[in-house]
């Protein structure tokens, strides 16, 4: 399995990441993906991806660090800094032999708004910085990791424009996917891939979530625990971990009627393709 999108780089790892590493592996998650959300995490995630065989960088800008504001995520508060794009300073994090497989996590975020801002405002800025880090990961070659929260409407239509002009000719993921059918398909139809956290396996998740599994192809699907968040039943308000993507893959087998076998090899191999990890760890060999 691949853990598509797991946050080590955050300091909620700093303690016992290899012990979380092993437990990772001893149950088949293979690879993990660290996006990181602001310039610092992004650069702890490539130190990370340099450090450990089996894990890989993403690198971006998350719209809730755009202004300072205090954050309330489960468990964990934080108070966020607020940090403009510096677009060369990321493309340089992005070197050739950097392990950096995608642009993200970045998108839109109207759920945490920060205070004395309008929503116009706020909208206006996330979708500019939006902009600029697609034309990042277009002038690179890699796909993106997109955010959404309460805004899947205004991403559909940034991404619709940018694709139509020839942009991310390397296509994405919408993580922790959490939209409608309507919003999955069109997603779907833009070439992108949707992605999906323990909250799937929630008592009270959304039976319209439950649709959108059942009508994606499993070749649209990945699996991921945006740990140390949403841990999964039935870990729920621990710390998420890689490990615990086990538990999103059953509950996709689950719903779709399937062996968790298939569902492993399928979404391994989606991750593999759309993060080039193969071919990447071809090259690495080579070198
Ligand atoms: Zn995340």
Redesign the pocket.
Known sequence: MVDT???LNFRAFKDDLEACLSRASEVGVNYMIN?G?QYDTSKRSVELAKKYDNLYAAIGL?PIHLFAMEVDEGEDHFATRAEVFDYEKYRDLAKPDSKVVAIG?CGLDYFHLPPGRTIAEVRAVQIELLKQQIKLATDLNLPMIF?CREAYEDLLEVLQAEVKQGQLPQGGVV??FLGDREQAQAFLDLGLLLSFTGIITFKNVKPELIEVIKQTPLDKIMIET?AP?LAPAPHRGQRNEPAFVAEVAKKIADIKGISLAEVDKTTTENAQRLFRLSSLSQAQRRL
């Open positions: 999108h797991c946050h996006p959300s998350h996590e955010h993580h922790c945006d968040y």
